[in-house]
């Protein structure tokens, strides 16, 4: 019989338990109190009503118990049925022919229903495990989807709010170029307008980089075209600062987000020509060491305010003495940015002077890929 | 006299870009949203199209897609930043070019002359971008009328951004017309060629400016 065992059934065969134990014990007393009883009532029933007695005690223990406590008393109830009450009574042996095909008829039911329903309840917990996964794997799946939705519900919000606050914007300066460049006020709304620009888009970087709406996007590039990237949108005030450039013309193709790279190279320019005298030089200079790029940003101002290395880094942050008209989130951002692509960015003092800001960036080279 | 068509939900901005376009000489009319500016472009028939991607409603690649279905008219998308993904699909979808608010006056007007230009001047073998000129006849470019040695590759990379002459490429375009899209990586290749390229032509002759995240526009030095 255990070799139509069935294949769903969980790996059962585990040591046997104290319940199991129990429910062994519990069969034993249960074929003896019914055994007892049966024998009362024998001379008013007959042997025959016994054995359905028996049948319908193997299917209710059939119903709760394991299988092992079953087909036990399967065996141990058709033994005393032979035993006690089919004639002649307390021999195993067996007179008459019909008695003996009753006896195998009784055996062989005992024995598949004790089998049958602890099959049937085997595939039964099955079927509850299968049930409980997939209820796990739903509720993963809703989560999930809850978190995607109120990731897409985020950035719909923050381009609605872009888009509000970059029209206005848009506006004035369209405007301004209509007034022409001949009105002295109308410069100083420009250079407003321009500065009110860069704390808009300031503040829309951040909440991007804070919210980790950011996915860098690699892909082949020329460092060359980073750098003209990121010197494009300040032009007007990389003017008073000659750039110096060393090291761009021999690195090869880069694997990296020319993008985000590019900002971060943006603000920190930016960051110098506030505040290095005008007229000095910005150096940037480019290295490869194995897969990692290093990008050196250095100006030749006031250097760092001493021991606000990393500090500067913060949100917010604003150096003691440093020029009006900073969010302080321009650093805050080139260190998320440069996170976001598994790199990182550091600050000191240059030891003749200037502050000078490293860049590490790990990337794919084109010899390497 | 040409005729614009600004489809824009920004009323002040509609209003801004009429005086800008008025004065320049451009007939104009405009849309507040993208069904209207379908109407008004079948009904006015506009020599070129400013689209604001951002509308209400019907999104501007809607509106180009469905104005591509029967028009040709050139198309000039007005954006704000960090949407690049949408722009390059703008792009190649058959919008002509892109400029991203805040703009200045200057910037849009060239634009919209380049993208004007355009489809009318593939009338001779010959296309001249400043010191460069490309002989499609022979396949041969000289700069300066000193020639210039490419490859076949280059020339082929370069008659895709000479054709565009001002206007934004996306780097799919130039795959797919330079490399039919057969290519392992396709990016790594072109940037190569266009390293070369830029090496061959020097300062002498028109840039190659790279868009970061779009493709590459041939700038007149």
Redesign the interface.
Known sequence: MSATDSPSAPPSPTPVSLAEVGQYSCGLTLVFVLASTCWVLLPYTGDLFVALVFLMAIVLAGTWWNRGPVLMMAVVSALVWNYFFIPPQFTLHIDKPQDMVMFSLFFVVALSMGHLITRLRAREATLAQHHQEREHLLELKHRAELLAESERLHRTLL?SV??EL??P???????L??LGQGNPYAKEIETANRRL?RIV?SF?EMT?VESEALEP?P????IG??L??ATKPIQEELAAHPLLITGTTDLP?LRLD??LL?QVLGNLLHNATRYAPAGTHIEIAASLAGSTLELRVRDHGPGLPLGAEDQLFEKFYRAPDSPAGGTGLGLAIARGLMRAMKGDIEAHTHPTGGAEFVLHLPVKT?SA? | MSKALIIDD?Q??RR??R??LE?RGYEVCEAAEGQLGLQEAAFHRPDVVLLDL?LPGMNGIEVLKRLREWSDVPVLILS???Q?TIKVEALEIGADDYVT??????ELLARLTVIQRRRFTRQSAEIVVGALKLDLLHHEASLDDAPLKLTPTEFALLKVLAEHAGRIVTQNQIMKQVWAGQSS?P??G???H??HLRKKIGDAGPRI?????IGYRLEEA
């Open positions: 381009d872009a888009h970059k029209t914007i848009a506006i004035i300066r369209t405007a170029d209509g620009q888009e829309l991007r996007q892909d082949w590039c020329e075209d980073v003209h990237a193709l020319s993008r590019a084109r890929a | 920004e002040q901005m801004l870009l005086m800008v004065s951002g704000v930043r960090d690049e608010k805040p703009f200045g006056t200057a990586d990016s790594e072109l940037r190569v266009i390293n400016v790279n868009e970061p995240g």
